[in-house]
């Protein structure tokens, strides 16, 4: 299994701790609702009805934290890069 949840794209050229965030859906829980697509458009990608994000990495974005949170069933994590501290969703 692909790291970045086989995420198009990624920044491999910046380094860890760059204030980047790690952007997962976990493809096992997420049930294609749709609602980070719409919440978050060009970050998240519906594929074979399923969520995932277009890029593992992104600059920090509020509307990616709101796909987080509305996530029905909490699939969508949005973590800071080198630390793994979770921003989203509230624990």
Known sequence: MQK???A???DAGREEGDGLW???VDRERCI???ICVGTAPGRFVLTGGRSGPV???VGP???VLDAA???PVEAVTVRERG???LLAPEE
């Open 4 to 6: 970045d949840g086989g």
């Open 8 to 10: 198009v794209g990624g």
């Open 22 to 24: 790690e952007v997962a």
């Open 32 to 34: 294609g609702s749709g």
């Open 55 to 57: 890029r593992a990495f």
């Open 61 to 63: 974005d509020g509307a």
């Open 69 to 71: 949170e509305s996530c």
């Open 83 to 85: 630390t793994g501290r």
